[in-house]
């Protein structure tokens, strides 16, 4: 089904929480291409969801505005059933083609950050200036960094239609990771978007949520946000945790054992770097503990048998 505001030849497929939005695209009337495919334990419903938008075309390819687990974990199985990647095509950054053919987890960040990720291969990159053919029609591909220094985004022109990744959401933008381990992301952030607002879109196609419409009241969101963080970087990386915390809960919707959860908190690369970086003198155990009764002092978790996610981890 159409969603209004888009062309014709566009399919929104608006996911929930752990995967991001698919963007279908009937190119002609034999195949389609896809934008991001949703998390790895979603793939069965991812598949069954783009075949339904198909109707009966080809998915040819698939495009990934940046390979953060939850937005390239159904790119595996959608290969497999449209007949491999000769036949179903992947294209990812260009900065990231090698880690993906070469199935990096540390590179592609999945190890450090405790995602699971399904591997595939990919056939092109693309970059910053690049135009792409979608739904009969031309996109530019726009560099995004600052949530993840390879992110792209794509813009249609004459829709004035953005494709922006998590770069802007309508109520805020990703965790910018590298400024959780005290490298620089915070000015790559402020300078997408900056360049969202150059572009003036009529409408926003965002990684999570809806489509929306006011994106100067987005932009204006964000920037303040993003002032926050700016001017408390330890805020910021706090907040990251507490996002992690809740993906992993989300990943486990019967529950987790708070122990279980500890050690999965305790082992993860990116956590051991931020603490090493703000908080030098607190434990794992420590920080874990402030993280989760953060995570109860906002009701985003509860304790049941298990401790549950109650809230979407933006």
Same mark, same amino acid.
């Given at each position: 089904?159409?969603?209004?505001?888009?062309?014709?030849?566009?399919?929104?497929?608006?996911?929930?929480?752990?995967?991001?939005n698919?963007?279908?695209?009937?190119?002609?009337?034999?195949?389609?291409?896809?934008?991001?495919?949703?998390y790895?334990?979603?793939?069965?419903q991812?598949?069954?969801?783009?075949?339904?938008?198909?109707?009966?075309?080809?998915?040819?390819?698939?495009?990934?505005?940046?390979?953060?687990?939850?937005?390239?974990?159904g790119n595996?199985?959608l290969?497999?059933?449209?007949?491999?990647?000769?036949?179903?095509?992947?294209?990812?950054p260009?900065?990231?083609?090698?880690?993906v053919?070469?199935?990096?987890e540390?590179?592609?960040?999945?190890?450090?950050?405790?995602?699971?990720?399904?591997?595939?291969s990919?056939?092109?990159?693309?970059?910053?200036?690049?135009?792409?053919?979608?739904?009969?029609?031309?996109?530019?591909? %726009?560099a995004? !960094?600052?949530?993840?220094?390879? $992110? @792209?985004?794509?813009?249609?022109? *004459? #829709?004035r239609? &953005?494709? +922006?990744?998590?770069?802007?959401?309508?109520?805020?933008?990703?965790?910018v990771?590298?400024?959780m381990?005290?490298?620089?992301g915070?000015?790559?952030t402020?300078?997408?978007?900056?360049?969202?607002?150059?572009?003036?879109?009529?409408?926003v196609?965002?990684?999570?949520?809806?489509?929306?419409?006011?994106?100067?009241?987005?932009?204006a969101?964000?920037?303040?946000?993003?002032?926050?963080?700016e001017?408390?970087?330890?805020?910021?990386a706090?907040?990251?945790?507490?996002?992690?915390?809740?993906?992993?809960?989300?990943?486990?919707?019967?529950?987790?054992?708070?122990?279980?959860?500890?050690?999965?908190?305790?082992?993860?690369?990116?956590?051991?770097?931020?603490a090493r %970086?703000?908080? !030098?003198n607190?434990?794992?155990? $420590? @920080?874990?503990?402030?993280?989760? *009764? #953060?995570?109860? &002092?906002? +009701?985003?978790?509860?304790?049941?048998?298990?401790?549950?996610?109650?809230?979407?981890?933006?």
């Amino acid at each position: 089904m159409a969603t209004p505001l888009l062309p014709h030849s566009m399919r929104l497929l608006e996911r929930g929480w752990l995967s991001a939005n698919n963007i279908v695209f009937l190119d002609d009337a034999r195949t389609a291409s896809v934008v991001d495919t949703g998390y790895v334990l979603h793939a069965a419903q991812t598949v069954a969801l783009v075949r339904h938008a198909l109707g009966g075309r080809q998915l040819a390819r698939i495009v990934n505005t940046h390979l953060h687990s939850d937005h390239c974990g159904g790119n595996a199985a959608l290969q497999l059933a449209f007949g491999g990647a000769a036949h179903c095509a992947v294209t990812v950054p260009a900065g990231e083609l090698r880690a993906v053919n070469n199935w990096d987890e540390d590179a592609l960040s999945f190890r450090s950050t405790g995602q699971q990720a399904a591997g595939f291969s990919a056939a092109a990159g693309m970059a910053a200036g690049d135009l792409l053919q979608l739904g009969g029609m031309p996109w530019r591909v %726009h560099a995004a !960094p600052g949530h993840d220094p390879h $992110a @792209l985004m794509l813009f249609q022109h *004459d #829709a004035r239609l &953005l494709i +922006s990744g998590d770069a802007l959401w309508e109520h805020g933008f990703g965790v910018v990771f590298p400024e959780m381990v005290g490298e620089s992301g915070f000015a790559a952030t402020r300078s997408t978007l900056d360049a969202i607002a150059a572009l003036a879109p009529a409408a926003v196609i965002p990684g999570h949520g809806a489509v929306f419409t006011d994106v100067a009241a987005a932009l204006a969101r964000a920037r303040s946000r993003l002032g926050v963080f700016e001017a408390s970087p330890e805020r910021h990386a706090r907040h990251g945790l507490r996002v992690l915390l809740k993906f992993q809960l989300l990943q486990q919707p019967e529950g987790v054992a708070r122990d279980d959860l500890r050690a999965w908190f305790c082992d993860a690369e990116l956590v051991a770097r931020a603490a090493r %970086h703000f908080w !030098p003198n607190l434990t794992l155990d $420590a @920080l874990f503990s402030e993280t989760l *009764d #953060a995570l109860f &002092l906002a +009701s985003a978790a509860s304790r049941r048998d298990h401790l549950v996610c109650n809230a979407d981890p933006a």
